[in-house]
C-alpha cells in the first residue's frame, strides 16, 4: 500500500468501531497484565471467565503471591499452558514486589525483563494501559500487515516496525485495536469476510472474497 492507502484503510476501520478497546477484562495495569500473560495461545473469552473469579481474591502482586502457585493454577487451568503460566505470574508478581515497589513498570525493557513477558505483551500493557503509541503484533494484526499490504514483513518484529513507521502517528496507537478486532472478525484467517469489510478498497488481498 501506498501511505494514502495506509491511512485510508486505518480510517476505514476507525469508522467501523470508533470504540475499539482490548476485550480483556482488567482493573489496574497489573490485572491487565496477568490477563495479558495468560491470553496468549488462549482466546479473551477463556481468560475473562478465569480470572473474573481470580480477580476477586488476588489483584494485586501481594495476593498474587500470597495465593501461591497452586491455587492460582486451580484457578486458571481451563487456560492453555497453564502450568507455565501459572508459574510466570507469580514470579512476574515477587519481581514486581522486590524491585518496582509493586508496581508495573512504564518502560519497554522492564516489562521485558518479567518472566513470561515478552514484546507483544510488552506493547500492549504500554498501549493500554500507559497510553503509549505501541503497537502489539499477534497473529492476527501479522495476517493483516501481509495480507493486505498494509506492512509486509517476514516475522512479528518486522511487521511491527513496518506499522510504526507507515501508520499515521495520531492513529498509531489505537490501531491496535482496530486491527486486532478486524483480524478477529471480519479479516480471518480462513475466510475473509470481504464481503462486508469497509476497507475493502484500499486493500491489496488478491483473492478478495466479495460475495456472502
Not at 16 to 26: D, K, M, S
Not at 59 to 66: F, G, H, I, L, Y
Request: net charge positive; hydrophobic share 40%; with cysteine.
Amino acid at each position: 500500500m501506498t501511505l494514502q492507502e495506509v491511512r485510508n484503510f486505518i480510517e476505514m476501520l476507525a469508522k467501523e468501531n470508533p470504540n475499539a478497546a482490548t476485550e480483556l477484562v482488567f482493573q489496574s495495569p497489573y490485572t491487565l497484565l496477568v490477563a495479558v500473560v495468560l491470553s496468549a495461545q488462549a482466546t479473551d473469552v477463556s481468560v475473562n471467565k478465569a480470572t473474573a473469579k481470580l480477580y476477586k481474591v488476588a489483584s494485586t502482586p501481594q495476593q498474587m503471591v500470597a495465593l501461591g502457585e497452586e491455587k492460582l493454577a486451580d484457578y486458571v487451568r481451563t487456560i492453555g499452558l497453564w502450568k507455565a503460566k501459572s508459574r510466570n505470574i507469580i514470579l512476574l508478581s515477587q519481581k514486581l514486589i522486590d524491585e518496582y515497589n509493586g508496581e508495573v513498570p512504564q518502560e519497554r525493557k522492564a516489562l521485558e525483563s518479567l518472566p513470561g513477558v515478552g514484546r507483544k505483551t510488552a506493547n500492549v500493557v504500554l498501549n493500554v494501559a500507559f497510553g503509549q503509541d505501541t503497537m502489539a503484533v499477534d497473529t492476527h494484526i501479522f495476517r493483516i500487515g501481509n495480507r493486505t499490504g498494509l506492512a509486509l514483513g517476514k516475522n512479528t518484529l518486522e511487521v511491527e516496525e513496518q506499522l510504526v513507521k507507515r501508520i499515521p502517528k495520531e492513529l498509531l496507537r489505537p490501531s491496535h485495536h482496530w486491527l486486532i478486532l478486524h483480524g478477529r472478525y471480519i479479516c480471518k484467517a480462513r475466510k475473509p469476510e470481504c464481503w462486508h469489510c469497509l476497507a475493502v478498497q484500499p486493500c491489496h488481498y488478491p483473492d478478495k472474497n466479495l460475495v456472502v
